[in-house]
């Protein structure tokens, strides 16, 4: 059964930090591009950063340059989203999903293959 299983999400305050992770079951995450995205209420879901199969390139959405971070331990089935100086805009869903595709287009949630079931990220005061 391959599944990927989002935590870490929390109410936090503004300014604040979180740490995400995106756990693999069933699969190895070698081969894949792996991105986060984020479903804010009554809105489109947009992408938030990806990050090659090696690891060795990464993209950010320009609203987040500077204050989140991807990551990922293919021996662990795992990626990982640290993301700090937290802002109110921040607060949605947040998905991880896996891409067979190039990682120029991984922001595209239309390049995605496989999604886990997300994890809610409120930040407010």
């Known amino acids: 059964q391959r599944q990927l299983v989002e935590s870490g999400g929390g109410l936090v305050q503004p300014g604040g930090s979180l740490r995400l992770s995106c756990a693999a079951s069933?699969?190895?995450?070698?081969?894949?591009?792996i991105g986060w995205f984020r479903q804010a209420p009554g809105k489109e879901r947009e992408g938030v950063s990806c990050?090659?199969?090696?690891?060795?390139?990464?993209n950010y959405a320009d609203s987040v340059k500077g204050r989140f971070t991807i990551s990922r331990d293919n021996a662990k089935r795992t990626a990982y989203l640290q993301m700090n100086s937290l802002k109110p805009e921040d607060t949605g869903i947040y998905y991880c999903?896996?891409?067979?595709?190039?990682?120029?287009?991984?922001?595209?949630?239309?390049?995605?293959?496989?999604w886990g079931q997300g994890t809610q990220v409120t930040v407010s005061s």
């Open positions: 999903g896996v891409d067979s595709g190039n990682i120029n287009y991984c922001l595209n949630q239309y390049e995605y293959d496989y």
């Open positions: 069933g699969f190895t995450l070698d081969y894949y591009v």
């Open positions: 990050i090659s199969s090696s690891g060795g390139r990464t």
